[in-house]
């Protein structure tokens, strides 16, 4: 066998989306297979079944026996040894959206015996926590639609395997919290803030206004080359390194003027490595 990937995550995360892109992508997907029968799948393919050479396996918390996952890491040892190319895929998701998510849908959480979701959920990290650390990638669904996760799944995976390399420039406030998927994180509110200027503070960085205040400023034009100096010295390494999807994050108080202005420069200057944009708290108070 090629190559494996492990989905596992939270309920509500999105893993159902996941493994359909992966599927379409050309991987045979099982949902919810015991992982102790995980390798005896690699064993049958390796002998009998060589047509199938990526295999996408879900293993989550509706195992039968729980306790299994505790002990997770020998397993995935254990497969190391026998696939090409192994990957842990762990979706997480914050409290408030998967409850949200779960109210819309309308579906019955796993472990919600008693109708308590909040329990139900923290229930749930605790027995998945020790998979979580095993995961060589981590994505935090929370913002993400079902369109948006496609796209990402599809820019870690690849067509070609794991072979791609996406940069996700992300904008957002630290009064609502650093992205949990962000692998750069750089403060911007040493500049200037157009939030004191009643004539700016209800503009966006995506507006003239806004981009002209932050961009005529020394401290950011100076700011912008030296960390495009960093950026231009880091991207091909971690590129060649393996990795396959990077999240620089940039932060300012709100996440609505300076984080913004600056993440649309910088995604402008590394156009080459078709980079995304993702604007987490402009539209946030």
Do not use: W
């Not at 299994?68 to 408030?96: G, M, R």
């Not at 060589?136 to 070609?160: C, F, K, M, P, W």
């Not at 791609?164 to 992205?179: D, L, N």
């Not at 030296?226 to 971690?238: I, K, W």
């Amino acid at each position: 066998m090629d190559q494996i990937i492990i989905l596992s995550g939270l309920s509500g995360s999105g893993k159902s989306t996941t493994i359909k892109v992966l599927e379409d992508i050309g991987f045979f997907c099982i949902d919810n297979l015991p992982p102790k029968l995980i390798n005896t799948f690699i064993d049958l393919c390796n002998t009998s079944l060589k047509n199938i050479n990526k295999v996408a396996i879900v293993v989550d918390i509706r195992v039968p026996e729980r306790e299994v996952l505790a002990h997770f890491e020998k397993i995935v040892s254990k497969i190391k040894l026998k696939v090409k190319k192994a990957d842990l895929l762990f979706l997480e998701c914050s409290d408030e959206t998967i409850i949200k998510r779960y109210k819309e849908t309308r579906r019955n959480h796993p472990l919600a015996y008693d109708g308590n979701l909040i329990e139900a959920v923290s229930r749930e990290r605790d027995i998945l926590s020790e998979i979580e650390k095993l995961a060589n990638h981590t994505i935090d669904t929370s913002d993400y639609n079902v369109h948006q996760l496609r796209e990402i799944i599809q820019n870690i995976v690849g067509a070609e395997g794991a072979e791609s390399f996406t940069t996700t420039f992300t904008s957002f406030g630290y009064k609502h919290g650093v992205p949990y998927d962000a692998d750069l994180v750089v403060d911007v509110r040493f500049l200037p803030s157009p939030h004191f200027d009643e004539n700016l503070k209800d503009f966006t960085g995506n507006d003239k206004k806004i981009i002209d205040f932050i961009l005529t400023k020394n401290d950011s034009t100076e700011f912008l080359k030296r960390f495009c100096d960093l950026l231009n010295f880091l991207l091909p390494r971690y590129k060649k390194e393996g990795k396959s999807y990077l999240t620089i994050a940039i932060g300012c108080t709100g996440g609505k003027h300076r984080s913004v202005v600056i993440v649309n420069e910088l995604a402008k200057k590394f156009s080459s490595y078709s980079p995304q944009i993702r604007h987490r708290d402009i539209n946030k108070l």
